[in-house]
């Protein structure tokens, strides 16, 4: 198994920038991707980027694109998301989570962790 542990969120006003933390534990040797989604609620959850540990290579949806950057390091496994310009749109509880594969569900999922963006 795997343990996922997030930190970082916090109230920030329009524009400010926040760095969220995930720590992994555990059988974490066979990760394959890390990546953090958000949700708000009442709508679905949804991808914000993720990190291909053997590649080193990252991804991200639209609308983070250019703002958020992931970064980690899969010894010990910690990955980091930066926030910058950050936008009233952008609250959202976010969740950190972790896959053995490069495809289908992610397996492994945080508690999450509160991101309040002010206008």
């Known amino acids: 198994q795997v343990q996922l542990v997030e930190s970082g969120g916090g109230l920030v006003q329009a524009g400010g920038s926040l760095r969220l933390s995930c720590a992994a534990s555990?059988?974490?040797?066979?990760?394959?991707?890390m990546a953090w989604f958000r949700q708000v609620p009442g709508k679905q959850r949804e991808f914000v980027a993720r990190?291909?540990?053997?590649?080193?290579?990252?991804a991200y949806a639209d609308s983070v694109k250019g703002r958020f950057t992931i970064s980690g390091d899969n010894a010990p496994n910690t990955m980091s998301l930066a926030m910058n310009s950050l936008r009233p749109e952008d609250t959202a509880v976010y969740y950190c989570?972790?896959?053995?594969?490069?495809?289908?569900?992610?397996?492994?999922w945080g508690q999450g962790t509160q991101v309040t963006v002010s206008s």
């Open positions: 989570a972790a896959r053995d594969t490069g495809f289908g569900d992610y397996r492994y």
């Open positions: 555990g059988r974490t040797s066979r990760l394959y991707n």
């Open positions: 990190i291909t540990w053997r590649q080193r290579s990252t």
